[in-house]
């Protein structure tokens, strides 16, 4: 079974501050998303990253994929009220028609 | 944009009801999943289908079953619904290997 661990559970900081979330695995992944998620709302994608190193940005928001294909990051540079969610990282291997979800990282930002 | 439409929001039943929880996606996605996903256990995956008529079982599928019998509509039937089936309902859809779009959600309590 391939697992997706990320980190950290939690987290609350204040607007305007930096933070990193990691969503890592022993499994290869053919590619990876992250969802953001808000209260009473399904996840909503922000990103695949597909290629092993690839960098994408997103406004301030950047996602790495690992050399490996193995682990992702998502960084958040001065975070916002409005960043406020549920995060979710999710694999996709060739072998599985379903995505491999991790379990989310809950970022509050403080105004 | 692609669209997933949950049937209702919120739905309140009684304890050994049938309930019926309707998907539908407009974006001719082979792939239609049924998530539930409570606080602290992430998105777990119920069941799935790649076919009209086709159907695999996810991860917790106790209690559960499934209809397809069109492309664009995927049903979750709970048989004899119990409280500790009260969850938030998430219906997702995707082309073959590729990134997820959901539904709203579908908040059911059990009574």
């Known amino acids: 079974t391939q697992l997706l661990e990320q980190s950290p559970q939690f987290l609350s900081i204040q607007e305007g501050e930096n933070l990193t979330v990691y969503c890592n695995s022993s499994?290869?992944?053919?590619?990876l998303q992250w969802y953001r998620q808000e209260p009473g709302e399904g996840p909503v994608l922000l990103v695949t990253?597909?290629?092993?190193?690839e960098v994408k940005k997103l406004k301030r928001l950047t996602f790495q994929f690992g050399d490996a294909r193995k682990d992702s990051s998502l960084h958040i540079t001065a975070a916002q009220p409005g960043d406020t969610g549920l995060y979710l990282c999710a694999g996709a291997s060739g072998s599985a028609r379903q995505l491999t979800f991790g379990s989310g990282t809950q970022l509050t930002v403080l105004p | 944009d692609v669209k997933v439409t949950q049937s209702s929001r919120y739905l309140v039943k009684r304890t050994g009801e049938k309930v019926f929880l309707e998907c539908v996606q407009d974006?001719?996605?082979?792939?239609m999943f049924w998530y539930r996903q409570d606080p602290g256990l992430g998105l777990r995956l119920i069941y799935f289908?790649?076919?009209?008529?086709?159907?695999e079982k996810g991860d917790i599928p106790e209690g559960y079953s499934v209809s397809r019998e069109k492309k664009e509509r995927f049903s979750l039937i709970l048989e004899s619904a119990s409280t500790n089936q009260t969850s938030m309902y998430l219906c997702?859809?995707?082309?073959?290997?590729?990134?997820?779009?959901f539904g709203q959600g579908t908040r059911l309590t059990v009574v």
């Open positions: 974006m001719d996605h082979e792939n």
């Open positions: 289908s790649y076919d009209v008529k086709m159907k």
């Open positions: 499994s290869v992944f053919s590619s």
């Open positions: 997702a859809s995707s082309l073959l290997y590729t990134e997820a779009f």
């Open positions: 990253v597909v290629t092993g190193g």
